[in-house]
């Protein structure tokens, strides 16, 4: 017999460590870095009226960029809802939140993305963030591939999400031979082609 799986609601959003780094479509990924650099340029015009008070809002366009945007506004999490797998559930700008529906989920590809030091290709999805090896969690539904992408930047949190993915798999009838989880590194450009 088939038992449900109890998971609680704690289980089903895992904070996404190491905010800085974004996985974004194009059109993100301009908006984010409209946010981030818009207000470094005005300080910087600020300061060739007024030193002093163009150096203060210069820290405090770092601090917004390092600290309040990523953090404070973006809150990045992975979560499930009852019925929608969630990317940024609680973020405070809507464009950043991204959801698939549990129940059009066809596929789910887990694999290991590694991001060379020179690979600044500006692809339709894009990771924004330092080198280094990701686990990608990307859902495919009938009509779309990548429908929805999450990246966990710290090693293991993404087996903390695993619960969550499969109380959403199960509740939608679905069984977890639609996972497909490969440990061998991949580069971005690989991921996409797949």
Sequence with gaps: MNEKMVVSDEECKVAIRKPLHLLMNRKLFILYNVLI??????????????VGFGIVLLIAAFVFADYVLPRKLLKRAASYDGNDIILNPDSKIAKFTEHVPAAEVTAVRI????????????RSRYLNGYTGKYDVMAFDTADRKNALDIVFYAKGNIDEFMPALKKALADHGKNESVISRNEMPVTIKQFEKE
């Design 37 to 50: 650099y818009l207000p470094v340029l005005l300080s910087l015009f600020v300061m060739a009226a007024s």
């Design 111 to 122: 694999r290991r993305v590694k991001k060379p030091v020179f690979d600044t290709r500006f």
